[in-house]
Each structure stands twice: as structure tokens, then as C-alpha cells.
């Protein structure tokens, strides 16, 4: 899926033990020794174990574990507040850890922002102010980090408040504020550290459309870290799900939740309402034949009795959807001599893009059970869905992952019956 994609930042072999001897719990971990093992003979704990992930440019990857799995002592040995004890993190050709002081405090100056769950804003300073703040340090003069800091703050929603000071902000406010700071330093890689934890759910409902929004503008490439899968999964590109250190799984959303990679994953993962995670895409099957307006009657007539269906949509050639003719309304054209079905068509359907989620599909079926059209943004039929696919993909999904792979033929058996039963196009 991002063969063609620039890697912006590449991490190979990350290992953090903290502890006076790290070498030693380096040493028991290749003999096959876990994180508790090594802290009970040791006193050492294993932070992070050959860690190995690519971020790719102007992605959004969501880093994610319970307490204590190592994603925040992840997050920070990207910047490396926190030394990591071997490996590389290589960001558009230099590798972090081997950076001398100097020329760390430059690369982070350039490279990375940090919005943290607290806020960190200065209650002193105004909106204006703290936006400005790393502008300010890095010597930008008075004029230019006042325009750029106001363009932040444009870009998060806060017109208006660039003289109030944090106190009299929401909590979403004050973050808009953090993300705003960050953004007018525009580096090139924007770290999120449970940015949004602090918040009340309504409200960090809010911040993660704000985010996927400016993600959608800026393109900006951004690691978030948090412990919410539900907040993974409403704004990931990628999730790398974390254990004891280690990672135990990479993948988009809908891989981690259809094909976890064990069972760890799998307990992780109890519980979310698939319907709202798969899509149209996933439940969508080819379309077995289409008329054009200027088909006669009795052409229409033979595909569909050829295809055993009684509604069939509506096509140019290059498969532009133009509507939907019904059995009944293809016989009244012909006994009324009419040269084609252009005037027999109807626009009483349901049509989706590929992305809707498949909870939103079920109260789009009518009484009449017309098949729902999926098609891209220039309107071009892809496929349809029928109600019993939908089913099949909730089912299947809700499958262990080996029963899955070994019913798979007579899934599609299935769904193909249900296709011809439910009529579609």
C-alpha cells in the first residue's frame, strides 16, 4: 500500500533499557529472556526491544498500548529526550542518535514539534504570545512570527482569541493553542503525545476531526501517541500496537481489526462495533450487467432476464451512474413502442462512496431493496452492496482468523447467492 510513498522517518533495531547496566539486560534478551524476566534477575527494565517501523510523509501514525507498553519512551526517543540505547532513527538522511549536541538541537528545531497532554502553555503569555513562543526562541523577528502565529491559529479555529490568556479557554481551546504553537514552527514532524487525553470525550470527539481536518489541509507527517483504540481507529493511517516494548503488530485500522495478529490483539480489540470500522468497500461486489439510456426496451428485458434480476442501473460508457429501471417500468416502455428506456428511469436509489461505513448501509435499503450503488467521487459505478453481503463481511470479520481463511469459498458462495436473491445490478 505505500510502495510509492516517501519515508520520512526510518527506525531500525530501537532498544531503551533503563537502568546503570543495559548491556546485561541487552545480553538476556537474546538469550530469549522477556521485559519481566530481565527486570526480575536484573533490576533493569527493557523500555523498548528492536523496535522496526518506517513514518511515511504526510502520514498520520498512531502509536498506541496500555500503561507501561513503551509508547511514550517511544515517542521520545524519536527527538531523543530520551537517549535510546542502540539503534537508528534516521530523519531525511541523518540519524539521530549520532548527532552531537549541537546538531541535535538543530535537527529538533527543524524536524519536530511536540504537542503534550497537558497543554504546556504559559499562563502569563496570551494566545498570541504562546503561539509565538517557538518562533520567539528561534530569534524569528517581531513581524514575521506575529503573521505566521496568527495563520496558526487561524488554521486551528482561534480567530478571535489571540488576547485571552489560557485561563479563560476550554480545555479544547488551551490544545488548539498547543497545536497552533506547533504548527507556527513549522517543522516537519509533528509528535503527539495522549494530546488529547485530558479532554472530555465530547470534546476530544471534536479535536480529532480538528486534527483529521488540518491532516486533510497540511498533509503535515504526524506520530500520535495514545492508549484509546476507538481515538486509533477514528484517525489513523497506521496503528503500531505495542507489548512489554515490543511490537506486536502493524497495519491500518482494518487490518488490526479483521486479521489480529495473535491473540493479544485479539482481546485488545474486543468489543468494537465493526459496522462502524469496515466499509462500503469491504461488502461491495462487481456489478453483473448495466444498460445505457439509449438501450431499447427489449434489450434491458434480456440482460436482466439473463442475469435473473429485476432492477438494473443505469450507465454511460464510461460507467458515469445515470439512474435505475425497474422490470415493470422496461415492460411499460415496451408496450408503449418507446425506441429506449431514457424516460423510464428512476433516481429513487441509495449511492455511497467506497468509504461509507457499513453501519450507515442498513437503513438505506428500502422496502424495495434496491442494491446500494458505490461510486468515486466523479460518480462512476464501482460495485453495489446487498444487505446479505453486508452481513457475510460482519460475520466473516467477526470470525477467528483461521475459520475465516478456511470458509472463504463457501463465503463467496454465499454472497453470490445473495446477490441474486437480493436482485442487484
Known amino acids: 500500500m505505500n510502495e510509492n510513498r516517501n519515508v520520512k522517518i526510518r527506525v531500525r533495531n530501537l532498544s531503551k533499557v533503563f537502568g546503570s547496566q543495559p548491556k546485561k539486560a541487552l545480553e538476556l534478551r537474546e538469550q530469549g529472556l522477556k521485559r519481566p524476566e530481565i527486570f526480575e534477575k536484573t533490576g533493569l527494565t527493557l523500555g523498548l526491544s528492536n523496535i522496526d517501523f518506517d513514518v511515511y510523509e504526510g502520514e498520520l501514525l498512531v502509536i498506541m498500548g496500555l500503561s507501561g507498553s513503551g509508547k511514550s519512551t517511544l515517542i521520545r526517543c524519536l527527538n531523543r529526550l530520551i537517549e535510546p540505547t542502540e539503534g537508528e532513527i534516521v530523519i531525511d538522511g541523518e540519524n539521530i542518535p549520532a548527532l552531537s549536541e549541537k546538531e541535535l538541537l538543530d535537527c ?106 488540518l491532516q486533510h489541509r497540511m498533509q503535515k507527517t504526524t506520530v500520535f501517541i495514545t492508549h484509546d483504540l476507538d481515538e486509533a481507529i477514528n484517525i489513523g493511517d497506521r496503528i503500531i500496537l505495542l507489548k512489554d516494548g515490543e511490537i506486536v503488530q502493524i497495519g491500518t485500522p482494518e487490518e488490526i481489526l479483521t486479521h489480529p495478529a495473535d491473540d493479544y490483539v485479539a482481546r485488545f480489540i474486543e468489543g468494537v462495533d465493526m459496522s462502524r470500522i469496515l466499509t462500503a468497500q469491504h461488502a461491495m461486489r462487481p456489478v453483473r450487467a448495466t444498460a445505457r439510456a439509449e438501450d431499447g426496451p427489449r434489450t434491458t428485458l434480456r440482460k436482466m432476464k439473463e442475469n435473473g434480476i429485476d432492477s438494473i442501473y443505469v450507465t454511460t460508457r464510461d460507467r458515469k451512474l445515470q439512474g435505475l429501471v425497474e422490470v415493470n417500468a422496461v ?16 433516481q429513487d436509489f441509495r449511492a455511497v462512496g467506497p468509504g461509507e461505513p457499513l453501519h450507515n448501509l442498513f437503513a ?12 468515486d467521487d466523479n460518480r462512476k459505478l464501482l460495485g453495489v452492496v446487498v444487505k446479505g453481503a453486508v452481513l457475510d463481511e460482519l460475520a466473516r470479520a467477526a470470525e477467528p482468523a483461521e475459520l475465516s481463511e478456511e470458509g472463504s469459498e463457501d ?15
Open 411 to 425: 463465503g463467496n458462495e454465499n454472497a453470490n447467492e445473495n446477490m441474486a436473491s437480493a436482485g442487484d445490478a
Open 364 to 375: 438505506m435499503f428500502s422496502e424495495k431493496s434496491f442494491p446500494i450503488a458505490v461510486v
Open 331 to 346: 415492460e411499460q416502455a415496451e408496450k408503449q413502442g418507446q425506441e429506449s428506456i431514457r424516460d423510464f428511469m428512476t
Open 108 to 213: 529538533r528545531r527543524r524536524h519536530f514539534s511536540m504537542v503534550f497532554q497537558n497543554f504546556a502553555l504559559f499562563p502569563h503569555r496570551t494566545v498570541q504570545q504562546n503561539a509565538e513562543f517557538g518562533l520567539e526562541i528561534r530569534g524569528v523577528d517581531k513581524a514575521e512570527r506575529v503573521k505566521v502565529a496568527r495563520n496558526a491559529l487561524h488554521h486551528v479555529g482561534l480567530d478571535g482569541w489571540e488576547d485571552a490568556y489560557p485561563n479563560q479557554l476550554s480545555g479544547g481551546m488551551q490544545q488548539r493553542v498547543g497545536l497552533a504553537r506547533a504548527l507556527a514552527n513549522d517543522s516537519t514532524v509533528l509528535l503527539m503525545d495522549e494530546a488529547f487525553s485530558a479532554l472530555d470525550p465530547l470534546i476530544r470527539g471534536d479535536m480529532q476531526q480538528e486534527l483529521l481536518e
